[in-house]
């Protein structure tokens, strides 16, 4: 069974959304998560008390989808012919913070191909994520290759018009080192048909359909959990395992 998140873990997925990073998404509403909120109100206009009333939450709910996100310029490298990327030679997973840098920076926008939805809320449209600048040229190229591969019938009999998330600053599941998912350089499609405990045939993106969705990715360098240990189908990632 599909777990729901709370409105503090919703909130937190929605402010850091919109370019008001809250750091670790864990329900806990903290003092970051209060200076986000505060930030977020000020600059829509409403009293910055950090109370997330029903204006503000409406706000966040419908007032900037995806395709709107706002992000400080501050925080968005443009980067051309990266010296750092040689034939998508992702680092391993150990090497991450060293090829990446620090957890949310280094963030920028992607425009998709095709539109999405978002997993946890499907009446919002998903026209663009975030992801780390070095993965972005290789991230839309997938995403235009998957655009050409699969009809839009096709991909939502996948899933893969239902965006799980890329940049989401927390802890890996059980663990204390950070997820992927940290650095915006992993992505998830469809967590309810393809749950982290799942094996194959189970998971949706198991099916012998998925096979090119996944060696588009693959091409690239990135890594499916799903196929590299039957865990984690909704997962891709640009970091090796090994």
């Not at 060293?98 to 095709?114: H, I, M, S």
């Not at 996948?158 to 998912?181: E, K, P």
Request: proline share 5%; glycine share 8%; no cysteine.
């Amino acid at each position: 069974m599909a777990t729901h998140p709370s409105f503090e873990h919703w909130m937190q997925s929605r402010l850091t959304a919109h370019g008001f990073p809250v750091g670790i998404i864990d329900g806990d509403v903290g003092t970051k998560t209060l200076k986000a909120l505060k930030a977020f109100e000020a600059h829509h206009g409403f009293p910055a008390d950090g109370t997330a009333d029903a204006d503000v939450v409406d706000m966040l709910r419908t007032s900037a989808t995806i395709s709107e996100t706002y992000i400080p310029e501050r925080d968005v490298v443009e980067v051309d012919n990266d010296p750092g990327l040689i034939h998508n030679k992702w680092p391993i997973q150990s090497r991450v913070p060293d090829f990446y840098g620090a957890v949310g920076k280094g963030q920028v926008r992607l425009e998709l191909p095709f539109s999405m939805r978002l997993a946890w809320d499907r009446s919002i449209k998903v026209a663009r994520i975030t992801v780390h600048h070095k993965v972005k040229d290789s991230a839309e190229r997938a995403f235009n290759q998957i655009a050409a591969t699969y009809s839009h019938g096709d991909r939502v009999a996948l899933g893969l018009d239902i965006f799980g998330g890329s940049l989401n600053v927390r802890r890996m599941r059980g663990g204390t080192r950070y997820s992927m998912h940290s650095w915006g350089i992993a992505l998830d499609f469809d967590p309810e048909r393809n749950q982290l405990h799942w094996k194959a045939p189970r998971p949706r993106l198991a099916h012998k359909d998925a096979e090119p969705f996944w060696k588009i990715w693959e091409a690239e360098g990135w890594v499916s959990l799903g196929r590299e240990r039957n865990f984690d189908w909704m997962h891709i990632q640009a970091a090796r395992l090994r």
